[in-house]
């Protein structure tokens, strides 16, 4: 029997965003898989050419609905730094707080997804039921579920309470309790270890070479992890560890997340027990000085990397956002080829997609010559007026602040 | 090694009350500081439009009224509920409330007066 070509996606039961996957197969073996990004693509980066930095924060924060948090930090660590603002330290640790239960919330979520895409829908409920316990600290912590609108400019919005510290310790405490639970099934339960035990094999060399982020890369025991490497809130002064695991596969995957939980609450208390006293946000300029930079942060999928551009005023000229899944892409193509079709869902979802926030870039493609061609701003500019007047609307003779447009 | 190590959770679980909430015929309890429906305080407001200039979404309107008089129009389907016109605003005029439930049959409904 030959090679046979099957879409997976951007519509399909396994996958929770669209987003398409080419899988060339040969009997029941993935012998060739393609990832097509492209199919999210929002025009974020645009829209924050249009916004002021404020009310860019609220946007990007909608870049993701799980790290929204990491986005947001992200953004404003890069207009932070290009205005010269230092945040107070208490703002700092709250921030890192925030961050950090967002991780817990994220990494329960992806238990849950991982063993939906199993069949093991038990792990699905439970720990989906456990989630809601961080949720809700953080709705009222923050305000909001999710997109928290914790950052602002400058610091932080809203400060933690000694009443809520202990809200935080007892949540903690319960979800600590759960974890090792889960730790128990992820290492002990013989159904789950069978089914992810080398699905989806990246050794290290392959991980490094395809640039692998965040718990991929660390399952492929490359202790790589921004939170360490390149400190940034309050991270410098947290003692922690970077968890890492040598088996390569789902299963390796599986016991970073589960274990980087239990990081988190260590973290988390480390932050209520020396909770510097001051302030919680300083003032930040409306018009940021001219100038670049470039942020990174470590999400719960991975590093996310935020580069922002300003030109002295009020609103940035650029921004740009690489979101981790972006960077696990390639592996996931690297991944699927060699395992089994029935292996496709779960080796996606070990990566954690976040599809929407990966689509940033849009490929211009010639159908009708069938070649990649890339079009500047005059060229492209140029082709939408011919395409117009072919179609019977000509523009000429319409001014646009003083300018011709046609 | 072990099989069936959620087994007894599982089981458990057939006795107990279930973990979700029967929304919306029991009331869903939202902390008091959360980022709801916004609530304007007319005689605070000097009508600076500083909430209207930081607004992401533009879903904020300040009208003149009369002689130092102003009302807030919002668009509860534009707003975003980040809070941001309460954060800007320097007389604590605007301030988020609880109300979440929003939903109308009517889209024109959605602006109001507040």
Known sequence: MGKVVIPIGPQHPALKEPENFVITLDGEKVVAAAVNLGYNHRGIEKACEQRTYLQDIYLIERICGICSHAHSTAFIQAAEEIAEVEIPRRAAFIRT??????????????LGVAGHEVG?????????????????????LTGNRVN??????????????????????KVIGALEERTKYYLGIASEETTLISRFLNVGRLSKEDALRLGATGPVARAADIKRDVRKDDPYAAYGEIPFDVITDTHADVLGRTLVRVKELMECYKIIRYILDNMPEGLISVRFPRRVPEGEAFSRYEAPRGEDVHYVKSNGMDKPERVKVRAPTMANAASVAHMLSGGYLA?????IAAIDPCFSCTDRTIRVRDIFRGSDSVLDWPALRDYSIRWYRENGLDFSGIKLFGREIG | MKTGKMLPLALKGLFTKPATISYPYQKVVVPSDFRGK?????SKCVGCMLCVRDCPSGAIEIIKVGEKKYKAVVHLDKCIYC???????????????PEFELAVYDRKDLTVDI
Request: glycine content about 6%.
């Open chain 1, 120 to 140: 093991f829908d038990t792990l699905f409920m439970y720990s989906w039921r456990d989630r809601e316990l961080v949720l809700d600290l953080v709705a009222k």
């Open chain 2, 83 to 97: 809070g941001q016109c309460c954060d800007s605003c320097v007389r604590q005029a605007l301030r988020t409330s």
């Open chain 2, 38 to 42: 916004l609530v304007f305080d007319p």
């Open chain 1, 148 to 169: 928290y609108g914790i950052n602002t400019l400058g610091g932080v919005r809203r400060d933690i309470s000694p009443e809520e510290a202990a809200e935080i310790r």
């Open chain 1, 97 to 110: 707080l925030i961050g950090e239960l967002e991780r817990i919330h994220s990494h329960f979520l992806w």
């Open chain 1, 343 to 347: 292996d496709v869902p779960i080796v």
